[in-house]
């Protein structure tokens, strides 16, 4: 089945720095790469979301880039506030599972 | 209005008990599922149904049975509980069997004492 490795696990921005949160995948099949943003004490909600046969995808301050190649992707914020503050996960679509399979998450802190 | 509701938020009780949490989706969407969030936060699907027709079965104890009584509607009963089954669950739709935009409940909260 797919295996999803994520790093950081914790990430420290100052307001106004960028954070990089990244992905690696292992099903060479797999075809779609959401990313989940989770607030304390909330559901996980997606943000963003790129498919295979896309290398980038951009929406206001957060972008996502995919590398179908070495099977990573990687989920970009600039202009960093503290509201960005949250639990991002990755995941993967597992086509023999018809599964997402997530990250293991990043804790990502934005200081203000 | 909600989305994906699932009842109850938090379920606090002992081991050895039975206890169920329910979900229900009025999204329209085909694809339901039920996911475990440990404490170390990480996500792992448990079940998916579409349809009614169950079609993602993971290693779970057979404790753990759903039951979709129309395409609206998860729920997830747990027998014999016990202390390692504490976790957040969270039951999630989705249209079609593709599973893409997954769209969660707000969890529950299940301790085990």
């Known amino acids: 089945g797919e295996n999803v490795e994520q790093h950081p696990s914790t990430l420290s921005v100052q307001e106004g720095d960028s954070a990089v949160i990244k992905c690696t995948y292992s099903?060479?099949?797999?075809?779609?790469f959401p990313w989940y943003k989770q607030e304390l004490g909330k559901r996980p909600q997606l943000i963003i979301d790129?498919?295979?046969?896309?290398g980038e995808k951009k929406d206001q301050r957060i972008a996502v880039t995919l590398n179908k190649t070495a099977k990573h992707f990687s989920l970009h914020i600039t202009e960093t506030q503290p509201e960005d503050s949250a639990v991002y996960f990755c995941a993967a679509r597992d086509t023999g599972r018809r599964a997402l399979t997530f990250g293991s998450g990043t804790r990502l802190q934005v200081q203000p | 209005d909600t989305a994906v509701s699932q009842t109850p938020k938090y379920l606090v009780t002992q081991m050895g008990n039975d206890k169920s949490i329910k979900c229900e989706q009025n999204?329209?969407?085909?694809?339901m599922y039920w996911y475990k969030q440990d404490s170390k936060k990480f996500l792992k699907i448990m079940f998916s149904y579409n349809n009614k027709e169950l079609i993602i079965n993971e290693t779970v104890p057979n404790r753990f049975s759903p039951k979709s009584p129309d395409k609206a509607h998860l729920n997830l009963h747990i027998n014999s509980l016990e202390l390692g089954d504490s976790a957040v669950y969270f039951c999630?739709?989705?249209?079609?069997?593709?599973?893409?935009?997954?769209?969660f409940g707000s969890g529950t909260q299940l301790s085990v004492l």
């Open positions: 999630a739709s989705s249209q079609g069997i593709t599973n893409e935009k997954l769209f």
């Open positions: 999204l329209g969407h085909d694809t």
């Open positions: 790129i498919r295979s046969n896309v």
């Open positions: 099903d060479s099949a797999s075809n779609y």
